[in-house]
């Protein structure tokens, strides 16, 4: 009986503080030039698959970029980082997040945040193209980022 509530009770702490306990704190950064293959105007990393609780800061390691969101995880707020500034978000719900640099949209600066399951694949499915098609350099860059969620 005893052992049986403990059970119970260490089952109940892992649902609750799980996330918490293990959070994770990531970082992005906002570059003007990446590494040698993947060229200018990126973030790195530019894709990443995070869970539940953990946060993302973008970082403005150079400056002209922020990070604005195209499609969040349904239920999820839309979010934009100021110019130049350090910006954190939290993940509190799963899916996928779309986002990009309004001023290097053109260059192809963009990225994802897969959090937990691809809840959303089918609204991120239809939006990408459309975001893509601003992409005037590098829009295979999007197909990347696409071809990384799982
Ligand atoms: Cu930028």
């Not at 260490?10 to 992005?28: D, N, P, R, V």
């Not at 995070?50 to 239920?75: K, R």
């Not at 893509?132 to 829009?139: E, G, I, T, V």
Request: hydrophobic share 40%; net charge positive.
């Amino acid at each position: 009986m005893r052992s049986k509530l403990y059970a119970v009770i260490m089952t109940l702490s892992i649902t609750l503080f799980g996330h918490t306990a293990y959070a994770k704190e990531w970082q992005i950064q906002m570059l003007n030039y990446g590494s040698a293959e993947q060229g200018g105007m990126i973030f790195e990393p530019a894709f990443i698959h995070a869970q539940v609780g953990d946060t993302v800061t973008f970082l403005p390691n150079h400056s002209g970029h922020n990070a604005q969101s195209y499609v969040v995880p349904e239920g999820s707020q839309q979010w934009k980082s100021a110019l130049d500034k350090a910006y954190t978000i939290t993940l509190d719900t799963e899916g996928v997040h779309l986002y990009y640099c309004p001023p290097h949209l053109m260059m192809g600066m963009v990225g994802m945040i897969q959090v937990g399951d691809a809840k959303n694949q089918a609204l991120i499915d239809k939006k990408a193209p459309r975001l893509r098609s601003k992409m005037a350099l590098k829009p295979e860059r999007m197909d990347t980022l696409l071809n990384q969620i799982r």
